[in-house]
């Protein structure tokens, strides 16, 4: 047996049978400096003075409630909330909010997506999904938000990925944008990879990180497929930017040295994030260090829990096991918001818990941690992008993993200032309560993108 540190055999966690979008504006939760007040009593007068602000009563409401607004421009909403809490005749006080037509693109699979707005429409359980419509209302992305998919490739080609694709800024495009092989031969950036426009292939050492397995663009396409192109699926991003980091083979393997190095690839870049669906049961200090290396370039490492149906904290699954303040560990739900089971049997070797069949007793399916496994996401019968303009359905904490990476985009498109660690407690702090999930999952919960963008 090879020994750890020569080459580790990282396994790819799962996969079984299964116009650009448009720039908008991004909209606030309230009305600047506006408050809205209810009185225990009717009539403005018990609010007393208040000092440079208009109050103005709100019809049909037996004066008990108000607008109030701030004409110094000098107190923000959640200052003037505090204000008139104080005050004992007021019931209760909160911003003036916006709310917002909720937006539904016009991708024709858009309703196939159960994670992404559960209606009941596959069988499951109404509302059991991350609220994307209702998040898509607050923000639909932002290009300047980069997430490093780390994976089998991702096809950079496909219709419903090719506008929120990542190219090397610092690196001469290819003459076919689409042909790797029509690079200038030149290092331009001095990065010592070259021709690296689209990434890199971190597996086959060369520049064409193209998926050769289907995995790492089904991946993508639940971070980021285009929105509102009339094409196919739509990502929990209508805009972002995916950078493609092959270092698993078509095989659905890949060896330490190789995840080290795409995982300093995207610190090179300064990535936002990475998505990590995949995993084993092997530890090894390195890629610890990679991680924590991610850590201080403030790149949140979110990865898949595993498929086999275990317990993480007695039995660790890695990378989602590792105790760096950047993982962010994710579990997978089915459409009734269930902790996701897949079937019983030995799985597919080298797969990490496939959905395979036969010879076993125990039913497989998302891997659980009450302290090791922090939230869980959308993660069975998961459409996607697959690779030359193909969808497919899979299953697998790999495809929960993706959506929780989309929110975490989604959330730093409104909150660009968040470091790593702030991110990931927002996540965390952002969970809608599953009780398949508690004393699961450090959270207990599914992740919610409304929240996460709106808190």
Same mark, same amino acid.
């Given at each position: 047996m090879k020994k750890w540190w020569s080459v580790l055999a990282v396994f790819l966690l799962m996969m079984i049978f299964s116009a650009q979008a448009p720039q908008q504006e991004e909209r606030p939760l309230f009305v600047p400096g506006e408050v809205v007040v209810k009185l225990r009593a009717p009539g403005v007068v018990a609010l007393g003075p208040i000092g440079e602000?208009?109050?103005?009563?709100?019809?049909?409401?037996?004066?008990?409630?108000?607008?109030?607004?701030?004409?110094?421009?000098?107190?923000?909403?959640m200052q003037l909330v505090e204000s008139l809490k104080a005050n004992p005749n007021v019931e209760y006080a909160e911003p003036n909010y916006l709310y917002y037509a909720f937006d539904t693109p016009n991708d024709p699979e858009f309703n196939r997506?159960?994670?992404?707005?559960?209606?009941?429409?596959t069988g499951g359980t109404a509302d059991a999904d991350i609220d994307a419509p209702e998040a898509w209302a607050v923000t639909k992305g932002d290009t300047s938000i980069i997430v490093g998919v780390i994976d089998t490739g991702v096809d950079y080609k496909h219709p419903d990925l090719a506008a929120n694709?990542?190219?090397?800024?610092?690196?001469?495009?290819?003459a076919d944008a689409n042909d790797p092989k029509t690079g200038n031969g030149i290092d331009d950036d001095g990065n010592n990879y070259i021709?690296?426009?689209? !990434?890199? =292939?971190?597996?086959? *050492? /060369?520049?064409?990180?193209?998926?050769?397995? %289907?995995?790492?663009?089904h991946v993508a396409g639940t971070i980021g497929a285009a929105g509102n192109n009339a094409v196919g699926v739509v990502g929990v991003n209508w805009k972002v930017k995916i950078m493609p980091l092959k270092f698993l083979t078509g095989t659905g393997s890949g060896s330490l040295s190789a995840a080290i190095a795409a995982i300093a690839y995207a610190n090179s870049f300064g990535v936002n994030l990475t998505n990590n669906s995949w995993g084993g049961r092997s530890r090894s200090q390195a890629l610890e260090d990679a991680i924590r290396s991610a850590h201080q370039?403030?790149?949140?490492?979110?990865?898949?829990? !595993?498929? =086999?149906?275990?317990? *993480? /904290?007695?039995?660790?699954?890695?990378?989602? %096991?590792?105790?760096?303040?950047?993982?962010?560990?994710?579990?997978?739900?089915?459409?009734k918001g269930d902790r996701a089971l897949w079937g019983s049997g030995g799985g597919t070797p080298g797969l990490c818990g496939c959905n395979g069949g036969g010879g076993g007793t125990n039913p497989l399916g998302s891997n659980f941690g009450a302290t090791t496994?922090?939230?869980?996401?959308?993660?069975?019968?998961?459409?996607?992008?697959?690779?030359?303009?193909?969808?497919s359905t899979f299953s697998g904490t790999s495809m929960a993993t993706p959506h929780v990476s989309?929110?975490?985009?989604?959330?730093?498109?409104?909150?660009?200032?968040?470091? /790593?660690?702030?991110?990931?407690?927002?996540?965390?702090?952002?969970?809608?309560?599953?009780?398949?999930?508690?004393?699961?999952?450090?959270?207990?919960?599914?992740?919610?993108?409304?929240?996460?963008?709106s808190n």
């Open positions: 602000s208009v109050v103005s009563g709100v019809p049909g409401t037996d004066d008990q409630i108000f607008v109030v607004k701030d004409t110094t421009g000098k107190r923000d909403a997506l159960w994670g992404m707005n559960n209606t009941g429409q694709m990542w190219t090397n800024p610092n690196e001469d495009a290819w021709d690296d426009w689209r !990434g890199w =292939d971190f597996a086959n *050492n /060369d520049n064409d990180p193209f998926d050769d397995n %289907n995995h790492g663009t370039a403030n790149s949140l490492f979110v990865a898949a829990a !595993g498929n =086999d149906g275990t317990d *993480n /904290d007695a039995t660790a699954n890695y990378p989602s %096991n590792y105790d760096v303040p950047n993982v962010l560990a994710v579990a997978a739900i089915d459409h496994v922090d939230l869980g996401a959308p993660g069975k019968d998961i459409l996607s992008t697959t690779p030359n303009n193909t969808y989309g929110i975490a985009a989604l959330t730093l498109s409104k909150f660009p200032t968040l470091t /790593d660690e702030q991110l990931k407690d927002k996540l965390m702090r952002s969970v809608d309560p599953s009780l398949s999930l508690q004393g699961k999952t450090v959270t207990g919960g599914i992740l919610n993108a409304f929240k996460a963008v």
